[in-house]
């Protein structure tokens, strides 16, 4: 019975800053592998950033340098931070849970970067 909540995101300006966070409960073992995806008007989702149990992190082309994913373990929560939007940007973000082969998402949220 995992859930994943997301917060965070909305509406800012292009250069602006956005802090979206993916608290998880339900699981008995570690958060196993989080990532965030998005997903475009018209277009299926893409991986924004991932980070596995152990730390390691991971960035699509187009966020690398911009974004940056960390873990509270203390709180379960899975933070992205999100630095210099770009109009591009404006997505529906989603929360991805992965442990072993079993795959949890949160519903989503709006992300609008306006030029």
């Known amino acids: 019975q995992v859930q994943l909540v997301e917060s965070g995101g909305g509406s800012v300006q292009a250069g602006g800053s956005l802090r979206l966070s993916c608290a998880i409960s339900?699981?008995?073992?570690?958060?196993?592998?989080v990532g965030w995806y998005y997903r475009p008007p018209g277009k299926e989702r893409e991986v924004v950033a991932e980070?596995?149990?152990?730390?390691?992190?991971t960035y699509g082309v187009s966020v690398e340098g911009r974004f940056s994913i960390s873990r509270d373990n203390a709180k379960n929560t899975v933070v992205l931070g999100m630095h210099n939007l770009k109009s591009e940007d404006t997505a529906v973000y989603y929360c991805r849970q992965r442990i072993a082969n079993d795959i949890n998402w949160g519903q989503g949220i709006q992300v609008t970067v306006s030029a």
């Open positions: 980070i596995s149990d152990n730390g390691r992190t």
């Open positions: 339900g699981s008995l073992v570690s958060m196993g592998t």
